[in-house]
């Protein structure tokens, strides 16, 4: 059909399902079980994965993701879905069908991949939502998109590893900063953060902490 030519799958990081202490110990064990997130040997991270993590943290996280969960859901997946309507919105008429995946938890990526495939696709394209690449995000993602394509027939698929210096990526910041500065006043200073890696992981050569600069 001719308004079902491309697929495009935008992936976030992921969040449990319910602010309680079960959803949340099920997404932290998928999280801290990926080789790209912790790359201590198994031998050692096991036994303070399944002892000393998951048995108490997810107890002292379950008021917090309370605290902020919304009436629809997870913070991170009710805005995720409304970045993704817009932006299907935004390219109807380009023929476009945009999908939502969580690289940990649900929707899971493989079969977003293949809701795409069911809507005749010929290619898709896979946005990780995280501007500057590093391989504990968008390179865990590229994993999982690897491992959908040797399970199950899907169209060619690509992928966007970065965009922490694009154009319209770094204006679309601007105007942001720019509206709160109008409605809220100038600060004495700007102060930007991101989330951060393991040094040693910036000294095998992950770029991400130079893209952030």
């Given at each position: 059909?001719?308004?079902?030519?491309?697929?495009?799958?935008?992936?976030?990081?992921?969040?449990?399902?319910?602010?309680?202490?079960?959803?949340?110990?099920?997404?932290?064990?998928?999280?801290?079980?990926?080789?790209?997130?912790?790359?201590?040997?198994?031998?050692?991270?096991?036994?303070?994965?399944?002892?000393?993590?998951?048995?108490?943290?997810?107890?002292?996280?379950?008021?917090?993701?309370?605290?902020?969960?919304?009436?629809?859901?997870?913070?991170?997946?009710?805005?995720s879905e409304r970045q993704r309507a817009a932006l299907a919105g935004a390219l109807k008429n380009d023929h476009v069908q945009v999908e939502l995946a969580m690289r940990y938890g649900q929707p899971a990526i493989a079969p977003a991949l293949q809701q795409l495939s069911n809507k005749?696709?010929?290619?898709?394209?896979?946005?990780?939502?995280?501007?500057?690449?590093?391989?504990?995000?968008?390179?865990?993602?590229?994993?999982?998109?690897?491992?959908?394509?040797?399970?199950?027939?899907?169209?060619?698929?690509?992928?966007?590893?970065?965009?922490?210096?694009?154009?319209?990526?770094?204006?679309?910041?601007?105007?942001?900063?720019?509206?709160?500065?109008?409605?809220?006043?100038?600060?004495?200073?700007?102060?930007?953060?991101?989330?951060?890696?393991?040094?040693?992981?910036?000294?095998?050569?992950?770029?991400?902490?130079?893209?952030?600069?």
């Open positions: 059909m001719a308004n079902d030519k491309t697929g495009l799958l935008l992936v976030n990081l992921g969040t449990p399902e319910q602010p309680t202490a079960a959803a949340i110990r099920r997404w932290l064990k998928e999280f801290l079980l990926d080789r790209r997130v912790v790359q201590l040997p198994r031998l050692i991270w096991l036994p303070i994965l399944y002892c000393f993590i998951l048995p108490f943290r997810p107890r002292r996280l379950a008021d917090t993701y309370k605290e902020i969960w919304l009436e629809q859901g997870s913070p991170l997946m009710v805005i005749s696709v010929e290619k898709i394209l896979v946005l990780p939502l995280y501007p500057q690449y590093s391989h504990t995000t968008t390179g865990s993602v590229k994993d999982a998109v690897n491992h959908a394509m040797q399970e199950t027939d899907l169209p060619p698929v690509d992928g966007i590893d970065d965009y922490h210096d694009d154009p319209g990526y770094i204006e679309a910041l601007a105007n942001r900063v720019q509206r709160f500065r109008e409605q809220h006043g100038p600060g004495d200073k700007l102060l930007i953060s991101w989330h951060g890696i393991p040094q040693a992981y910036v000294e095998q050569g992950d770029p991400y902490a130079d893209q952030c600069e």
